[in-house]
């Protein structure tokens, strides 16, 4: 489906989530993460862009445990995250559109959960390349968790929270030769719609990662 298909479909309210390609297992338990090595810091900064272009390979999963626990995994033993929230209010969730289905990352069982048994790439993005990208990271903010925070900022400090996230995405990739990008241009409503979010759930972000392309 191409860039202006899918935003027709989205202004009309029709954009869907696809089949799933496979079986969809309930949970996905993940191999620990490595917490050793990858490069310094500031080379993985050096080296940190946006790219488009992906190989359609599935990445395996020490690799999609480490890059999970990098985003926003446990790293100390009171809990605290590997991205920082205001109050330590941890109201990001990363849900990982797979072909296989829709999951959630739990950070503390170190699995995935099933919440979807559908394609939710097809939703994640209206650029061309989300059907042929292996994986989308979704970032949903769950404002239930900010109540010690103003309404109306809510909303801004989540946003804050989940651009840290993308930013330890981003920091992992380049030190694995992994692609991503982080997306914004997205229909809210129609991932909200298949993952069976709340009301007081938000959707605020997309972020495709995936093995680069390798040109022939």
Same mark, same amino acid.
């Given at each position: ?84 929230? %205001? ?6 969730? &990363?849900?990982? /559109?797979?072909?296989?289905? +829709?999951?959630?990352? @739990? !950070? $503390? ?63 992992? %990739? ?6 991503? &990008?982080?997306? /914004?241009?997205?229909?809210? +409503?129609?991932?909200? @719609? !298949? $993952? ?12 495709t990662v995936g093995y680069r392309m390798v040109m022939q």
């Amino acid at each position: 489906m191409n860039t202006l298909t899918r935003v027709a479909l989205g202004m009309m309210g029709k954009l869907r989530s696809g089949p799933i390609l496979g079986h969809s297992e309930t949970s996905i338990a993940l191999p620990a993460p490595e917490k050793q090595g990858g490069l310094p810091l500031m080379d993985a900064l050096a080296r940190r862009h946006s790219s488009r272009e992906f190989s359609p390979e599935l990445l395996d999963l020490p690799l999609l445990s480490g890059l999970l626990w990098a985003a926003y995994g446990v790293n100390r033993d009171d809990g605290g995250r590997t991205a920082p929230s %205001a109050l330590n209010a941890q109201e990001i969730g &990363v849900y990982v /559109a797979l072909p296989t289905g +829709a999951y959630r990352y @739990d !950070a $503390l069982a170190n699995e995935l959960q099933l919440v979807a048994n559908t394609d939710l790439r097809r939703v994640a993005g209206y650029q061309d390349f989300v059907d042929e990208a292996p994986m989308d990271l979704v970032y949903v903010a769950d404002h239930t968790r900010l109540g010690q925070v103003p309404v109306a900022q809510r909303e801004s400090f989540a946003y804050v929270a989940a651009g840290a996230i993308a930013q330890n995405v981003y920091l992992f %990739a380049s030190s694995n030769n992994l692609s991503t &990008v982080i997306r /914004a241009w997205i229909d809210r +409503a129609a991932i909200a @719609d !298949a $993952l069976g979010l709340t009301h007081d759930q938000q959707v605020l972000l997309s972020q495709t990662v995936g093995y680069r392309m390798v040109m022939q």
